[in-house]
Nanobody, 120 residues
Framework: VQLQASGGGLVQAGGSLRLSCSAS????????MGWYRQVPEKPRELVAA???????KYADSVKGRFTISRETAKNTVYLQMNSLKPEDTGVYYC???????????????WGQGTQVTVSS
């Protein structure tokens, strides 16, 4: 498994979760890493992504609530999710992609999803 995600779960609205994704390949530190969300009958969409040099891109719906970070030495990317809302519910997928494709949900290598459910 090249990307191993963890940290999903069930939380009440207003709560917090932190997702982690560890990459098995060290060269992924030279690529963008990020998180995408999918809900039934909708395409996968960007939540947050970070380039290899620290540039970030966020979905408008999560700005100010979610923070993406990377720990290069551990080839790991995190997504701190605060003030969660029911509409944040979905399967969250970790992704690795070239820096020039930052935030493009059509490309990259995908990890297995982790379910996030926010109850009202």
């Amino acid at each position: 498994v090249q990307l191993q995600a963890s940290g999903g779960g069930l939380v009440q609205a207003g709560g917090s979760l932190r997702l982690s994704c560890s990459a098995s390949r060290s060269d992924y530190s030279q690529r963008a890493m990020g998180w995408y969300r999918q809900v039934p009958e909708k395409p996968r969409e960007l939540v947050a992504a970070m380039s290899s040099i620290g540039g970030t891109k966020y979905a408008d719906s999560v700005k100010g609530r979610f923070t993406i970070s990377r720990e290069t030495a551990k080839n790991t990317v995190y997504l701190q999710m605060n003030s969660l809302k029911p509409e944040d519910t979905g399967v969250y997928y970790c992704n690795v992609q070239a820096d020039y494709a930052l935030g493009d949900s059509r490309v990259g290598i995908w990890g297995q999803g982790t379910q996030v459910t926010v109850s009202s």
